[in-house]
């Protein structure tokens, strides 16, 4: 299977941006995605990137793609308590035998301070 | 409204009982799957059927059965429950397997099964 790393914990205080990173070996991945799981709830889908991007904004997130590193990473802007939750980076293909599987990292938990 | 729902949203049993989680879809999405998450090991896929009566092996599908026979149901069924399998159960669907983001999978809420 493909792998998707990321690290495990990260605490900021709030108003602080947070940044998520992620690393992945499917050279074939044609789209990244940003999953968030808020405590006893399913994963809601925050923001994905097209492999052939290098960066997209949406309000207080930003995702950035380094392609040639494999490298994800999720900056939220002025962190709030109610961003505290596991966030999962995942990646699909659409073509190969992996057409629509996702294929999801370990998740990290975000915790953050008052 | 369109959602994932599943039955139940917890459950404790024994080992060697069998259990049925159901899952059930309103958008009459073809693709359907269903993932445990574990603490640390993230969501990994156990069962994902492509439409009506296709499905296929996951990366952890041992102990687990499932079948499709109408679009929109999708059961997770485990014969004879092992403690190995308590685990927190998502199932989820999308359109199509196509791979594109437009048709990202959608996530039920989740079934906390405990094995005694």
């Known amino acids: 299977g493909e792998d998707v790393e990321q690290s495990l914990f990260l605490s900021v205080r709030e108003g602080d941006s947070s940044v998520i990173n992620c690393t992945y070996t499917?050279?074939?991945?044609?789209?990244l995605y940003w999953y968030k799981q808020e405590p006893g709830a399913g994963l809601q889908l925050l923001t994905y990137?097209?492999?052939?991007?290098d960066m997209k904004q949406d309000q207080r997130l930003t995702v950035l793609l380094n392609k040639k590193d494999k490298h994800l990473s999720l900056r939220i802007a002025d962190t709030q308590t109610g961003d505290s939750a596991i966030y999962f980076c995942?990646?699909?293909?659409?073509?190969?035998?992996?057409?629509?599987?996702?294929?999801f990292g370990r998740g990290t938990q975000l915790t953050v301070w008052p | 409204e369109a959602q994932v729902t599943q039955n139940p949203r917890y459950l404790i049993t024994v080992t060697g009982k069998k259990l049925t989680v159901t899952c059930s879809q309103n958008?009459?999405?073809?693709?359907m799957s269903w993932y445990r998450q574990d603490p640390g090991l993230g969501l990994r896929q156990i069962y994902y059927?492509?439409?009506?009566?296709?499905?296929d092996k996951g990366d952890v599908p041992e102990g687990y059965k499932v079948s499709r026979k109408e679009k929109r149901n999708f059961p997770l069924i485990l014969e004879s429950p092992s403690p190995n399998q308590t685990s927190l159960y998502f199932c989820?669907?999308?359109?199509?397997?196509?791979?594109?983001?437009?048709?990202?999978?959608?996530f039920g809420p989740g079934t906390r099964l405990t094995v005694l």
């Open positions: 989820a669907s999308s359109l199509k397997a196509s791979g594109r983001a437009s048709d990202t999978q959608y």
């Open positions: 499917d050279s074939s991945s044609t789209y």
């Open positions: 990137i097209f492999s052939n991007m």
């Open positions: 995942a990646e699909s293909s659409d073509r190969g035998s992996t057409l629509g599987r996702l294929y």
């Open positions: 958008m009459n999405h073809e693709y």
């Open positions: 059927s492509m439409n009506v009566e296709v499905t």
